[in-house]
């Protein structure tokens, strides 16, 4: 980064020669050293001001690509054939949920009056010692 690009050599010893004349042998490390100084943090705020306007320009390019993104998500054709499929299968999925568990629900009742034939009957003999005596003898 060249800050005095008109300036050659001949220009900047004509600089330090008036310099040396008008501040004097004496005081003239104490110019220079300002003048470093001031040069210092000129480039130091050159070097801010690049940095803050190279993070603005990225943030508005991830905004840009997030709207992008959004745009896509919202005209994803995947997602649409998805929840079109979605909702022709939905009412075949309930019917066939609730046929499942009417089936579920004879299952348990035959199970159940399987189970309770059995029981009916040694309650029964249980019930009537008399025949029980006489199927032992």
Known sequence: MNLLPQFGFFELMLVAVVALIVVGPKDLPKLMRSAGRMVAKA????????????????????????????????????????????????????EFR??????????????????????SASDKAASNPSANEAAKS
């Open 98 to 119: 609730d046929e499942a568990r009417e089936i579920d629900k004879a299952v348990r009742e035959q199970t159940s009056e399987k189970s309770s034939a059995p029981s």
């Open 43 to 94: 480039r130091s705020l050159a070097g801010e001001f690049t940095a803050a306007f190279d993070q603005m320009a990225r943030e508005a390019e991830m905004e840009e690509l997030r709207k992008e993104i959004d745009e896509l998500k919202k005209n994803n054709p995947v997602a649409d054939a998805k929840r079109a499929v979605d909702e022709a299968v939905a009412p075949v999925e309930k």
